[in-house]
């Protein structure tokens, strides 16, 4: 386990209601709305955009100044302490583990297992300022954005585990904290971006004593 380091995000000061703007399906075969020629339009329009924005990974080392940052060390940290969550109930605003939404599961393992204070809603925590990544290009640990009430905009976010998988707190229906895979047709038509959060991690590990 690691020590609590000083944020180095800003915590937003929202109310519980910019929590995770919306419940994950139940099923991964749920029917999504009809795509119109305009969303379509919107959507290659957004996939350009993000293609030339995405981070190379020389970047990603320079964007962290090349310091021996342990982010494997941390990314394993919060999966593992992720895994040992699932089951636990989603809660709409919920923070702990008597019940999480997306963006406060998210929010709890940063905190408790890299020192990271990241902003409390989904709407925030896409806009943190952290590489963005490709999605052939995903690591353990990067944090996915999806776009589950479509017109683009984000309601619901996980964190990548590997070999097409991600962690999150779903919904009610769908058992809370779970394991699903970006490969079902749902969450691949629905996944806006990721970014390499951890990025951003302390530069130093103190384990916990």
Request: hydrophobic letters at 60%.
């Given at each position: 386990?690691?020590?609590?380091?000083?944020?180095?995000?800003?915590?937003?000061?929202?109310?519980?209601?910019?929590?995770?703007?919306?419940?994950?399906p139940v099923s991964q075969q749920q029917a999504l709305n009809p795509v119109t020629p305009q969303s379509q339009a919107q959507a290659k329009a957004g996939a350009s955009f993000q293609e030339e924005e995405l981070a190379t990974e020389d970047e990603i080392n320079e964007f962290s100044d090349s310091k021996p940052y342990q982010l494997p060390v941390l990314a394993d940290s919060i999966l593992e302490r992720g895994k040992s969550l699932i089951g636990t109930r989603y809660r709409f605003g919920g923070t702990t583990e008597s019940g999480f939404d997306?963006?406060?599961?998210?929010?709890?393992?940063f905190r408790e297992e890299a020192g990271m204070t990241l902003p409390r809603s989904t709407r925030e925590m896409i806009n943190v300022k952290a590489p963005l990544v490709a999605r052939n290009n995903l690591k353990p640990g990067d944090l996915l954005f999806f776009s589950t009430r479509g017109r683009g905009r984000v309601s619901h976010a996980g964190i990548y585990l590997g070999d097409d998988q991600f962690i999150h707190s779903s919904s009610k229906r769908s058992g809370g904290v779970r394991i699903d895979s970006l490969d079902d047709t749902y969450w691949s038509k629905t996944?806006?971006?990721?970014?390499?959060?951890?990025?951003?991690?302390p530069t130093t590990v103190i384990s916990r004593k």
């Open positions: 386990m690691l020590k609590r380091f000083a944020p180095l995000v800003p915590l937003a000061l929202v109310t519980l209601l910019f929590g995770c703007a919306a419940h994950s997306c963006s406060g599961f998210i929010g709890y393992l996944f806006i971006e990721a970014k390499r959060a951890l990025a951003m991690a």
